[in-house]
Structures are given as structure tokens and as C-alpha cells.
């Protein structure tokens, strides 16, 4: 059942070559086919990248060439020359080494690199890293070994400082010497004979003792006693009370209760019930009183005027939808709340709302919150889109489903009963509602292209504003001919929870039936496919809006049972038992299928998150180092693309049965290892029902989806009848990969990482492609995008 590929073998011969400028060196090669003949005159493509310390080092530069062999078949490229992918040449540090040259080769002279050759690089680095050695000058260690051209140090240009204050000049005579004189006491006068007689000093004495008391001022008896303590004094002016510690207010009011003019200061803000009120409290509290009673009033005014707004509409309602009398679908008009008016068609039993709704109101008047940042399940909002080329009379408003219900159940009846979001007299309509139309539409020829009852969404479509598809009969091929219905779908792209995208690509409209707890069904257009898809997704998203008329005539008024379908499904298929949905961390939710003892998901991953809510970043190039996931150019329900980095979340590859790696999958789920996708192949092509012509290697149609894939006419090939494909329910969707091949087609392939490393760069993956018969598992380099299914614990 497994096709073996054939690798191309390759002699390689290197030669190095020097120059002063620019730093680069030579690498030849001799080519060869399969076959062991020269690839001559041909041209090659070739990756080159310079690893470090070992042969599966990292990279520290990368290159890419295009040359063409010479008649022997020689290739010669100057490495160091090439376009750079990766790293500067001129960076490298060639000393520290050893450093390895890989190679990466198509000899179909593109990048579909299958031949791959690293070896050890011997001379290159040494004769570059020598080449600057032999620069560097050397350096002197005494100051003699420098001319002293500019005379700046010399031994007798240095003067000598004294050390001694004698040895300066005392031109400003600070300093002089100086003689102490002692002062001398001359003789008395020996005129003044009574001066020269020395006079007789009395004694003073030094005790009080030694005084006459001839006064008797000073007795001992006549000392008072002072006394010690505060009691001794007579408490006459009632100075002093006795005090008591930790005083209450309530025990200085008990002395008394005046406060003798005085003010109370500083009195900090009540906090409780019985607290007393200062003057700034009171004041805040009448002002704030002031204010509630304001804009309590304000209020009230707001809610009378609504009501008398409520009540016109209601009579404008009653003069223009109501009578029947009056009211011709596809001639009359409806208007909402904000005075939008809308045209009306008439299709089948049913009379659309001809245009996107754009109300900001509910039909009472209730405001609808505005949001152009966060998303909820449950919260209301409505979305503008105003960076959308498309005006808004045409492209509308934008609602999350809570907004589209307003808090009404799910309903799957026709019609649904639910007024939600819509003017009075219509309403949202539900998931049979939208089948009705759909299957009205198909089944009338005149708007069937190629006479394929599923080529409809031309005729629904609106004339402008489509990108354009080469696709035959794509929406957004010839878009003149379109809406030949007046349904006229306008391409107004989505809000999600990173913002608006897919203006001008995608139309989804929702309906009023819930798929789960987090998602409900809807109906989109893609301007690259000719279908009208039914699918399901979160309530989160912001979505289109048409309503129905009330009293629209319903072939069918059975509720239709709207529990979970396999999506994509030729044929009757098995959820899992136990486990028919599971949701990721942003909240989609993913229908699931038994096939044999493996429970899959139904359908490929479109998570941003891990399971524990860490975000993936959203890929801007390719890396094997950082996790990204991708956004392809795709239906939203084909998924996201994801390298292996994302993939695997740091986990060690594994070839085991389970693989053990949960990786990007949500809780309970892992990433498959290449050993339970050949159990997947194992078992499909051994059921005689899946496989084509009873080869049991053509499985490739069982597992593929029904639409989507390039036409290919041979026998059992994925693109050949695809109606008939998808027999197990696995319908694996052609996103391609990340990077877009120059040489792939939309609608190429479908490409699944595993869980097991390959060899060098790269992991093993699981293909099916458009033009094959079988499925294969070969290795891809590790920073493809490629989409992700995940297998049950």
C-alpha cells in the first residue's frame, strides 16, 4: 500500500577559494538524476546553510542560489554571494568552531528541496578567521617604545618643588620673624610717698557664719517648709480634677456639654451608622444626592421618550409591514428603529430582507452596545467594519449571535419565532430556514451553474465587491451575471476576537440555532467556490444579519432536529461514542468520527491557543525556533496551518501508539505519531467499501473532502468525481501549506504534521493530493505550515 520515493543522489566536490574582498568562497558540484545520468544545461536550485558545532547544529547563516550545471554537469556557486535567508556571511565567527556545510537541493531548479548533503567544512573557516589574525598590529607595554614627536615628556622639563618654607621668596612679606617682649613694671613715684606705702587688704570671708546676725533677717526657724506633693495645696480654684486615662467623649460631656464657642476640627469622615457628620461630609453627601437625583431624572426622560419612539414605531409598523393589504414583498419597503430602510425579495415562499441589517437598536429602542475589541458568548455587540471598502449601506453592521437573539433559546423551528435583532414583523431566520432557501434555489435550473444543483451562490451573490476567482462558476468569477435571485449577498468579512477580516472574500450570515453551548449554525460565501456552506461556529464572532418576514408562507413548520452532523459527509458516518463534539480553548467546536478503534476529530484544528490558554502567536515568515500558527487563504472551516514548533509545544518527537504528545490539541487529545497514521491507512484500506477499484492503496478519495480540490480526470484520483469522495466522513480539506509552493495550485493538497521527527530539520507528515489515488507519508521541513487533526486520549 506505501509508495516508496525515489531520493536523487548526488556527488558532491567542494573547492575553496580565496580573496582579499568580498569575503566569500567557491562550492562545486557534480548532478545527477536518478538514473546516474549528468543533470547537464539544467537549472538547480540549492539551500545553503553554514551549521554550527555539530552536522545537525544550528544554523548560523543561509542562503539561497539558483544555477544552471555546465554540459559535464559541474555546478559552482560562491558561497557567501547567494540570496540571504538567514544571518550576515560576514558575521561569522570562524574561530569558533568546527562548522558544517549542508545542502539543500531541487534538481528541477525550484524549492521543492528533496536531496539534502552536510559534511564537515575543513579549510574555509581557518582561512578566513587567519586572514584577520594576520591584521592585528602589536601593541607596545613601555611608554619609551612611542616617538615623542610633540616633545609633550621629558626627564628635564619636570621642576623641582622645595620642600622647605625657607626656600621661597617673601616677596609680600607675610612671613618675618618675631621677638617676644615681656611688659615691665616701673617704681613708684617717690613724689607720691602715700602711693608707694602698700595698703593693708582686708580678709573677706567665705562663710555666712562669720556675719553678725544683728538684724536677725535669717533664722532657721524662720525658713517655711515647701511642699512635695500637689495635694499639700488647697484646691480653691478648682484648677486641678482628678483624670482618668483613655477619657471618651461621653465622659467630658458628663462634666459638662458646652464647648464654649469652640470648633471641632479634624473630625475624620464617618464609618459607621451612628458616626457624627462633619460639614464637608454633609456637603458631599447632598451633592452626590443632587447628582443621582439628576441623572435619575434624565433617565426617566430618556425611557418616556424611548416609549413614545417605541409606540410611532409600532404605528408606523401597523401602517406599513402589517397590512397585508398593503405590502407587496419585492416592492415594499421595512424600516428599523435608526430609520434604515431596507428592500424586500421575494424567493420561493419566503420574503427576505434584500439588504445587510444596520441597526444600532432593538425594535423597542433598546440600544445595542458598540465594541471593536472584545468578543463574548454572552454580552451583545455590534461590529463596524469601517475599514471595509465596501460602503455601509451595503456591507451592514457586523453582530455577535447574543446581539442577533437578544436572550431568546435557540429555535430550529420554520419559521423560528424569534424577533431577536429584527424590525417588528420579521425575524431571525433559523438553520431549516436557510436550508429552505438553499434548496428552493437549487432546485430551480434556471439559476444552476453547469447544471449542478450546488452551484448556487452565484445567483445569491451580489454583483460588486468581490475579489475576483478564475474559478468557473466561483462567486467571484464574472460577477455580472450574479444574483440573478435579488438575494444580493455582499462579501462584508467578520469580526473575531483579533478584529475585522475577509472584506471583499467571505459573507456569513447567522441563523437562530445553536449548534452547542459556544457555537451556532450559519450560512457563508467564498468568492473563490461556487457553494453556499452550512457550518458552525463560535458565538463569539461577528457575523451578517438578514431577517424574515413573519407571516412568510413555510412549506415545512417541523422543527428540524439540530443536533450535531458530520461535516462534509458523502455518507452516513460514527461520532465517537461518548464524545460526538469536542471545543479548544477559543471555544470551537469540533464534531468528531470512529474509524476503526481511532477516534478522530472530524475536522482540522483552528485554535490560537493552548489548552491552558497560552497564546500562539500569529506567524509573520517561517522558523523552526518560534511557534506560529497561519492563516490560509481558505474557508475558515479548512482551519489554521501550524508549524511543528506550534505543533509539538516543546515536546520530544514520538513514535509511539498513542504518541503521548498533547501539543496544540485541546485536553484529552494528543497529536498523532506517524505509527497511528499508518493505522489509519491500515485500516481504511482494508474496508473494502473505502478503496477504489479494490486496490486497497486507493484510500485517498475515502478520506478527502467533497468539494474543493483541482480537477483531475484519472480513475480514483482525489479530484476526479468528488462528489464521490469522503466515504469514511475524515474529509480532509486541500489548505495546502505554509509557505504557498510556486508551483501548487489552490486546492493541491492536504498535508497533516505527525509527532515523529524525520531526519535532519524536518518531521513526517500525512499527504493526500488531488491528482494521487493514495495517501503518503514523507518528511517535510520542520517550518511548513501544515494543518493539524487530532486523535482521542
Not at 479494490?694 to 468528488?722: H, M, P, R
Not at 489515488?773 to 494543518?787: D, E, L, V
Amino acid at each position: 500500500m506505501k509508495r516508496i520515493t525515489i531520493l536523487l543522489a548526488f556527488l558532491l566536490c567542494a573547492t575553496v577559494l580565496f580573496a582579499q574582498a568580498p569575503e566569500k568562497f567557491t562550492y562545486q558540484a557534480v548532478v545527477r538524476n536518478a538514473n546516474n545520468g549528468l543533470v547537464a544545461n539544467a537549472p538547480v536550485g540549492v539551500r545553503v546553510s553554514i551549521l554550527q558545532g555539530s552536522a545537525s547544529g544550528n544554523a548560523v547563516y543561509m542562503e539561497l542560489h539558483t544555477a544552471t550545471t555546465n554540459a559535464n554537469g559541474l555546478l559552482t556557486l560562491e558561497i557567501g554571494g547567494g540570496t540571504v535567508q538567514q544571518g550576515t556571511f560576514a558575521d561569522i565567527d570562524w574561530a569558533n568552531g568546527p562548522f558544517f556545510l549542508k545542502t539543500e537541493t531541487d534538481p528541477n531548479g525550484g524549492s521543492n528541496y528533496s536531496v539534502t548533503s552536510t559534511q564537515q567544512m575543513l579549510s574555509v573557516p581557518y582561512a578566513l578567521y587567519a586572514k584577520e589574525a594576520g591584521n592585528i598590529p602589536t601593541i607596545p607595554t613601555n611608554v619609551s617604545a612611542f616617538a615623542n614627536d610633540a616633545g609633550y615628556i621629558t626627564s628635564e622639563g619636570i621642576p623641582v618643588v622645595p620642600t622647605n618654607v625657607s626656600a621661597f621668596t617673601n616677596d609680600a612679606g607675610y612671613l618675618t620673624s618675631y621677638t617676644e617682649t615681656d611688659p615691665q613694671f616701673n617704681a613708684w613715684d617717690k613724689d607720691y610717698n602715700d602711693l608707694i606705702n602698700k595698703p593693708t587688704i582686708p580678709t573677706v570671708p567665705t562663710n555666712v557664719s562669720a556675719f553678725n546676725n544683728d538684724v536677725g533677717y535669717i533664722t532657721m526657724d524662720s525658713l517655711p517648709t515647701v511642699p512635695s506633693d500637689i495635694s499639700a495645696f488647697n484646691n480653691d480654684a478648682g484648677y486641678l480634677t482628678n483624670y482618668t486615662e483613655n477619657q471618651a467623649l461621653a465622659d467630658v460631656t458628663a462634666i459638662g456639654n458646652s464647648a464654649g464657642s469652640r470648633q471641632l476640627k479634624d473630625v475624620s469622615d464617618p464609618t459607621e451608622a451612628y458616626d457624627a457628620v462633619n460639614l464637608r461630609t454633609l456637603t458631599l453627601l447632598m451633592d452626590s444626592l443632587r447628582n443621582n437625583f439628576q441623572q435619575q431624572l434624565q433617565q426617566l426622560q430618556q425611557q418616556m421618550q424611548q416609549q413614545i419612539d417605541s409606540l410611532q414605531e409600532i404605528v408606523n409598523a401597523l401602517d406599513t409591514n402589517h397590512h397585508t393589504d398593503n405590502f407587496v414583498c419585492g416592492t415594499s419597503t421595512l424600516t428599523d428603529y435608526d430609520g434604515n430602510v431596507y428592500s424586500t425579495v421575494q424567493i420561493g415562499d419566503q420574503c427576505w430582507m434584500r439588504d445587510n441589517l444596520r441597526t444600532t437598536h432593538y425594535a423597542d429602542g433598546t440600544a445595542i452596545p458598540l465594541d471593536s475589541s472584545y468578543t463574548s458568548i454572552t454580552e451583545p455587540y455590534y461590529y463596524d467594519y469601517n475599514s471595509s471598502a465596501i460602503p455601509l449601506s451595503q456591507r451592514g453592521y457586523l453582530y455577535n449571535w447574543p446581539a442577533v437573539m437578544r436572550g431568546v433559546s435557540s429555535s430550529s423551528a420554520n419559521p423560528s419565532g424569534v424577533q431577536g435583532i429584527c424590525p417588528t414583523g420579521w425575524h431571525v431566520p433559523s438553520d431549516a430556514e436557510w436550508t429552505q432557501l438553499t434548496d428552493y434555489v437549487s432546485g430551480q435550473s434556471e439559476y444552476l451553474c453547469s447544471n449542478n444543483p450546488e452551484f448556487i451562490a452565484k445567483v445569491l451573490a451580489s454583483t460588486t465587491g468581490w475579489i475576483s476567482s478564475s474559478s468557473t462558476c466561483a462567486v467571484g468569477n464574472s460577477q455580472e451575471p450574479n444574483n440573478s435571485t435579488g438575494f444580493g449577498a455582499m462579501p462584508a468579512g467578520y469580526h473575531y476576537n483579533l478584529g475585522f477580516t475577509n472584506s471583499g472574500k467571505y459573507a456569513y450570515f447567522w441563523s437562530s440555532t445553536e449548534a452547542s453551548s459556544g457555537n451556532s449554525w450559519y450560512r457563508s460565501f467564498y468568492y473563490n467556490y461556487a457553494y453556499v456552506y452550512r457550518n458552525n461556529y463560535g458565538k463569539h464572532f461577528g457575523y451578517s444579519v438578514r431577517c424574515v418576514k413573519d407571516n412568510s408562507h413555510s412549506p415545512n413548520p417541523t422543527p428540524v432536529d439540530s443536533t450535531v452532523t458530520p461535516v462534509d459527509t458523502a455518507t452516513s458516518v460514527m461520532p465517537c461514542p461518548n464524545a460526538p463534539t469536542v471545543m479548544d480553548y477559543d471555544g470551537n467546536t469540533y464534531n468528531t468520527l470512529q474509524i476503526g478503534q481511532q477516534c478522530w476529530m472530524a475536522e482540522n484544528l483552528r485554535t490560537t491557543h493552548y489548552s491552558d490558554g497560552t497564546a500562539i502567536s500569529l506567524g509573520d515568515g517561517y522558523t523552526t525556533t518560534v511557534a506560529y500558527y497561519y492563516i490560509p487563504e481558505t474557508p475558515l472551516e479548512y482551519g489554521y496551518l501550524y508549524n511543528w514548533k506550534a505543533v509539538m509545544r516543546n515536546s520530544s518527537s514520538s513514535q509511539s501508539n498513542p504518541s503521548g504528545v498533547q501539543g496544540v490539541c485541546p485536553t484529552g487529545w494528543h497529536v498523532p505519531s506517524n505509527a497511528e497514521w499508518s493505522e489509519l491507512e491500515t485500516y481504511v484500506g482494508g474496508q473494502s467499501q473505502y478503496v477504489c477499484n479494490n486496490d486497497s492503496s486507493n484510500i485517498a478519495k475515502a478520506l478527502s473532502s467533497t468539494s474543493g480540490w483541482q480537477s483531475y480526470s484519472e480513475a480514483c484520483a482525489v479530484g476526479d468525481d468528488q462528489n464521490s469522495n469522503n466515504a469514511t466522513g475524515f474529509g480532509a480539506f486541500p489548505v495546502n501549506v505554509y509557505p504557498n509552493l510556486s508551483y501548487s495550485l489552490p486546492g493541491s493538497f492536504a498535508m497533516f504534521w505527525s509527532a515523529t521527527e524525520y531526519v535532519d530539520e524536518t518531521a513526517l507528515k500525512f499527504s493526500l493530493h488531488y491528482n494521487a489515488a493514495y495517501a503518503s507519508r514523507s518528511g517535510t521541513i520542520k517550518y511548513y505550515g501544515c494543518s493539524v487533526r487530532c486523535l482521542r486520549d
